[in-house]
């Protein structure tokens, strides 16, 4: 294993090198930014496929992210990818004393994560909430924030009172909706805001459900297409009435 990581950061060397590749040796973290993100979601998109195959290849388009930034900054004079797998390592060392570190065992993934937080909260140098990536899609983000705020108690202490939040952030978005757009869009955020607090409550993930969401939408709406392209008729013909028609068709499906 470790060869052929050595293999894959003397290619990545190479390409650096003058005599290498003109495409790599002008990227800088700045523009290799999109296709970190781009090849995250990749894997995420195997996982979902459920192929080992399509995982594997996806993982090491991954890894090639690392093995790049790494290399741009050993050129800067930052660190190697050695020392980036070793600040992992000993990273983890440190968050498991119950494995490596001789302290007490714990006998449940819930005890695990309670005494990771722990640490962590105790080393975060931008407050509580400074561990949670800025980056983040929104949604999941507020979603991380609420939970960090609800493990020192700030949140609702019934399932009733987020639904009355969740009622009260709709009608004020209905107020202003049409006459102010700025407040409408602050309102809108509160919504959205409060729906990652119900899914929080719920035990549920916001990113993946609305990813459920958008591939269920997908799929019916292909349908809907390929059945009018079948039907040789044209999508911008239908009223609504036949829109609603072949959506309640595309479901039963």
């Known amino acids: 294993m470790s060869d052929r990581l050595g293999d894959l950061r003397s290619l990545m060397a190479r390409l650096r090198s003058p005599e290498g590749c003109p495409w790599d040796r002008a990227q800088t973290l700045d523009t290799l930014r999109t296709f970190l993100v781009e090849e995250a979601y990749e894997v995420l998109d195997a996982m979902d496929a459920g192929d080992p195959a399509k995982l594997r290849e ?36 440190a968050r498991h004393p119950h494995v490596f570190g001789g302290a007490d065992p714990l006998d449940s993934p819930e005890a695990v994560l309670e005494r990771w937080e722990g640490r962590k909260h105790k080393k ?92 269920k939408f997908s799929a019916r709406f292909t349908a809907i297409l390929r059945q009018l392209k079948d039907e040789g008729r044209d999508p911008h013909s239908l009223t609504l009435e036949e829109w609603d028609r072949y959506w309640e068709g595309a479901k039963a499906l």
């Open 58 to 93: 996806e993982l090491g388009d991954l890894l090639f992210q690392v093995v790049f930034q790494a290399r741009i900054a050993e050129e800067a004079g930052w660190f190697t990818l050695d020392e980036v797998a070793s600040g992992i390592h000993d990273k983890m060392v």
């Open 124 to 215: 975060e140098k931008d407050g509580f909430l400074g561990g949670v990536p800025a980056r983040l899609p929104a949604l999941l983000k507020a979603f991380r924030l609420t939970d960090r705020a609800a493990q020192l108690g700030f949140d609702w202490d019934r399932p009733e009172d987020i639904k009355t939040k969740m009622k009260e952030e709709l009608d004020e978005f209905l107020a202003v909706h049409g006459s102010d757009a700025g407040k409408a869009r602050e309102e809108l955020g509160d919504i959205l805001f409060t729906l990652a607090n119900i899914a929080r409550h719920a035990r549920i993930d916001p990113e993946d459900a609305l990813q459920d969401a958008n591939r």
